[in-house]
């Protein structure tokens, strides 16, 4: 199921996506698009086949076939280490050094250059709203700083895309909803984001949802088209209703 609603070449773009995993695949002939310039939430249950996705997308993930464009090219394109930008499910920073150190060294990977540093991590500081804070330990830091810290380490090379591994996981209500009001800002500036979430709740969050479930895609659609489609009171029951008619598709076919 492919809907590219913006027009013009998406962001990222997938055709007959095959990801064998221990002798079986985990997802299996999958085709998406993800528009550019847009918050695009890839949603489902754990074991869904989200993370592998991801890591399709950006070029770390082995036995794939078929085909994974992403701005224009292959996933995992030396051309693309400064244009995408990815952050994990486990905060990918250094816990002994501070946020400037961590981010100076990312920002050292991501080819800027050495004149430009300074000026770098000052921009991602004040991006992710973590001024103040340069000189402090990152072990020191509560879990949604830490989250704010690893989210700046993927900005350093000003990416156009943002692949981001369920970064809300295990933090508060209130933590969630600033970083998803980061999210937003990022998405203003001209950024696109993938999002992982096995929260439903964060559908309303998005423009855009890509609906996962069995390494299979459930549905492409808007929020709004997923609270119509169902007429369910919430996200969460309209995600389990899609479930529903999914498993029902499937057996019908089976008999």
């Given amino acids: 199921m492919v809907n590219n609603p913006a027009g013009g070449e998406p962001a990222i773009r997938v055709r007959d996506l095959r990801i064998e995993r221990g002798g079986r695949a985990v997802i299996d002939g999958l085709d998406v698009d993800v528009p550019a310039g847009s918050v695009v939430g890839?949603?489902?249950?754990?074991?869904?086949?989200?993370?592998?996705?991801?890591?399709?997308?950006?070029?770390?993930?082995?036995?794939?076939?078929?085909?994974?464009?992403?701005?224009?090219?292959?996933?995992?394109?030396?051309?693309?280490?400064?244009?995408?930008?990815?952050?994990?499910?486990?905060?990918?920073?250094?816990?002994?050094?501070?946020?400037?150190?961590?981010?100076?060294?990312?920002?050292?990977?991501?080819?800027?250059?050495?004149?430009?540093?300074?000026?770098?991590?000052?921009?991602?500081?004040?991006?992710?709203?973590?001024?103040?804070?340069?000189?402090?330990?990152?072990?020191?830091?509560?879990?949604?700083?830490?989250?704010?810290?690893?989210?700046?380490?993927?900005?350093?090379?000003?990416?156009?895309?943002?692949?981001?591994?369920?970064?809300?996981?295990?933090?508060?209500?209130?933590?969630?909803?600033?970083?998803?009001?980061?999210?937003r800002e990022l998405s203003r500036t001209g950024r696109t984001l993938l999002v992982s979430s096995h929260v439903m709740d964060e559908a309303t969050q998005c423009d855009r949802l890509l609906l996962m479930r069995a390494g299979g895609l459930v549905a492409d659609l808007t929020p709004e088209e997923l609270m119509q489609q169902t007429g369910a009171p919430d996200a969460e029951r309209a995600f389990l209703a899609l479930i529903d008619r999914s498993a029902g598709a499937t057996e019908g076919t089976a008999r």
């Fill in 42 to 183: 890839l949603l489902g249950p754990s074991g869904s086949g989200k993370t592998t996705l991801m890591r399709a997308v950006v070029g770390v993930q082995d036995r794939v076939t078929g085909t994974v464009d992403v701005l224009g090219l292959p996933a995992g394109a030396p051309e693309l280490r400064r244009r995408v930008g990815y952050v994990t499910q486990a905060a990918s920073v250094y816990t002994d050094l501070t946020v400037a150190q961590n981010l100076g060294y990312f920002a050292a990977l991501a080819g800027v250059a050495p004149t430009r540093r300074r000026d770098t991590v000052g921009r991602v500081v004040a991006e992710v709203d973590l001024g103040g804070h340069e000189k402090q330990v990152v072990a020191t830091l509560s879990g949604g700083e830490r989250s704010r810290v690893s989210l700046a380490a993927a900005l350093v090379g000003d990416p156009e895309l943002l692949v981001l591994d369920e970064p809300t996981v295990g933090l508060d209500p209130v933590l969630r909803r600033d970083l998803w009001a980061l999210f």
